[in-house]
């Protein structure tokens, strides 16, 4: 089966965003630019740890001396809900972070979950053979703002227990630190 690659150069939209209450979200990626919208489904934890890697990239192309803005732009904020229709493409099984010198932008790359002994792709390939991909260049001015709004998505879940720091849900859950009692948010 022949591999696609949704490669977005100058995206319009990149974010994260959910569907579904509390505790029962899914997550996604979502690119658009121009007319042409790309979303593929990821875990919470996947979300999260892309928003602080980016972080932690951003920092070290800093160090070199780049120019990094320190914080997310405010008029690049977006807290719009996903496009719709939303059609996932594929679930997300690794990614890739890369910082590109000569066009001075990041390169995120989502790969589809694939086969347990295939490889993932290094970044930039677009060999025939492999997993979906949606490839992604942010300027460091963009990544900032899809990793705040990231943050803010993965933190709008279920409030967590204040003694076992497991989540909470609206009718309370059975805590280990209580003894299995029922707790109460």
Same mark, same amino acid.
């Given at each position: $089966?022949?591999?696609?690659?949704?490669?977005? !150069?100058?995206?319009?939209?990149?974010?994260?965003?959910?569907?579904?209450?509390?505790?029962?979200?899914?997550?996604?990626? /979502?690119?658009?630019?121009?007319?042409?919208?790309?979303?593929?489904?990821?875990?919470? %934890? /996947?979300?999260?740890?892309?928003?602080?890697?980016?972080?932690?990239?951003?920092? /070290?192309?800093?160090?070199?001396?780049?120019?990094?803005?320190?914080?997310?732009?405010?008029?690049?904020? !977006?807290? %719009?809900?996903?496009?719709?229709?939303?059609?996932?493409?594929?679930?997300?099984?690794? $990614?890739?972070?890369?910082?590109?010198? %000569?066009?001075?932008?990041?390169?995120?790359?989502?790969?589809?979950?694939?086969?347990?002994?295939? /490889?993932?792709?290094?970044?930039?390939?677009?060999?025939?053979?492999?997993?979906?991909?949606?490839?992604?260049?942010?300027? #460091?001015?963009? %990544?900032?703002?899809?990793?705040?709004?990231?943050?803010?998505?993965?933190?709008?879940?279920?409030?967590?227990?204040?003694?076992?720091?497991?989540?909470?849900? #609206?009718?309370?859950?059975?805590?280990?630190?209580?003894?299995?009692?029922?707790?109460?948010?």
């Amino acid at each position: $089966m022949s591999r696609t690659v949704f490669d977005y !150069d100058r995206p319009d939209r990149f974010v994260v965003g959910t569907v579904g209450l509390p505790g029962e979200r899914t997550f996604y990626l /979502q690119a658009r630019q121009g007319v042409e919208v790309t979303s593929v489904a990821l875990e919470k %934890a /996947q979300a999260s740890a892309l928003a602080e890697r980016i972080g932690d990239l951003l920092e /070290q192309v800093a160090s070199t001396g780049a120019t990094v803005p320190t914080s997310a732009p405010a008029d690049l904020a !977006d807290s %719009a809900p996903l496009d719709l229709p939303l059609v996932e493409e594929f679930r997300v099984g690794a $990614m890739a972070l890369g910082w590109d010198e %000569a066009s001075a932008r990041i390169v995120v790359e989502a790969h589809a979950v694939a086969e347990e002994d295939a /490889q993932v792709p290094e970044i930039g390939d677009d060999d025939p053979v492999g997993p979906d991909t949606l490839r992604v260049w942010l300027t #460091p001015a963009y %990544a900032r703002a899809f990793a705040a709004r990231a943050e803010r998505v993965v933190a709008a879940g279920r409030p967590e227990c204040p003694f076992c720091n497991g989540p909470l849900d #609206p009718s309370g859950h059975i805590c280990p630190r209580a003894n299995g009692y029922r707790r109460r948010g």
